[in-house]
């Protein structure tokens, strides 16, 4: 019995224009968003698991950092789901423009839109950071239980609670003394530098989205809750001003405007008056952990939820502002 061949020649194929290029894409991600649509049930229950998996993810983290492990890099989905971030609920698809691929102002393949975009890359940019930042962030902790220590054993050697201001009494060893000051010196300088790390990594990442999604400095400040007056983003921009410039405040008599943006954030946030002189220089000292602490509830996955809550709150501000243009 003879067998039919079969011939395994290449069809062409057709050569789209760019618009009708642009008309398929849109198509495809139409189809796509139709089979993601889900209910409210649905989304209660999905928020039901990312609430138990964040308490897993604490847990673990709480036991990595006790046995000396590095932290682990949450998955991109594992972000997005405890955070519940919603534009990027959705799958992301290369967008043509003008006929070609479209690109971000960083040079990177744009998914869906500018703003899709600069989301995806907040979350992958914080995803690669968490194991450094979270571990970080327990270090800063443990220095809070390390000053503790040293007080107590102060307070064990003069039979009373310690003040900086107490002198030396007699009948204390003097070299122990000076050894536990300076255990506790120690512990405080490190606990400023954790801490200005956080910041300033925060800083960066948030400054940076702001840029990419075109936000305004209005939007900046009064986006999402507020802590006496001032925004996450507003708080943690203060805060790493402190920690840039705080030697320069220190040496300041007359405050500059740009200065007193900052240092009036942290007045507010902090509930500490400004002297009646208008001097800064109260404020030349480490700030970060005193911010964070009010920030974070001394839990670091309540810091991302920070985090990523004043983004999405940012972005739907400025897309109220767009629409209404």
């Not at 036991?63 to 955070?83: E, F, K, L």
């Not at 802590?227 to 040496?251: K, P």
């Not at 942290?266 to 920030?295: E, K």
């Amino acid at each position: 019995m003879r067998r039919c061949a079969r011939t395994n020649e290449a069809k062409p194929v057709p050569i789209r224009s760019g618009q009708q290029e642009a008309v398929a894409v849109a198509a495809h991600r139409e189809d796509r968003s139709r089979s993601l649509i889900i209910t409210r049930e649905q989304w209660a229950r999905m928020a039901n698991v990312r609430n138990r998996r964040e308490k897993s993810d604490r847990l673990r983290l709480q036991r990595q950092y006790a046995a000396g492990m590095p932290a682990i890099t949450p998955s991109y989905d594992d972000i997005v789901s405890r955070n519940a971030i919603s534009i990027l609920a959705t799958p992301g698809d290369l967008t043509v423009r003008n006929g070609d691929i479209a690109v971000t102002r960083w040079g990177n393949l744009m998914l869906n839109s500018a703003d899709y975009s600069a989301f995806h890359r907040l979350v992958q940019t914080w995803r690669y950071n968490f194991p450094t930042m979270s571990t970080v962030f327990e270090a800063m902790l443990q220095t809070i239980a390390d000053e503790s220590s040293a007080e107590a054993d102060l307070d064990s050697m003069g039979g009373m609670p310690w003040t900086s201001v107490r002198g030396l009494r007699q009948d204390l060893d003097a070299d122990r003394y000076h050894e536990t000051l300076d255990r506790m010196n120690v512990v405080k300088v490190g606990r400023g530098i954790y801490a200005g790390m956080i910041t300033l990594f925060l800083s960066r990442i948030l400054g940076t989205f702001r840029a990419d999604i075109s936000a305004t400095q209005d939007e900046w400040r009064s986006t999402g809750a507020l802590l006496q007056g001032c925004s996450f983003g507003q708080i943690i921009e203060a805060a790493a001003n402190n920690v840039r410039h705080a030697d320069e405040w220190l040496v300041t008599s007359s405050a500059s405007t740009q200065q007193l943006k900052s240092v009036r954030v942290i007045t507010a946030v902090l509930q500490q008056p400004m002297p009646m002189d208008g001097s800064i220089r109260g404020f030349a000292h480490d700030v970060s952990p005193d911010i964070l602490d009010l920030l974070s509830g001394r839990d670091f996955l309540q810091l991302e939820r920070g985090t990523f809550a004043f983004a999405m709150a940012l972005l739907s501000h400025r897309e109220k502002r767009t629409a209404s243009l």
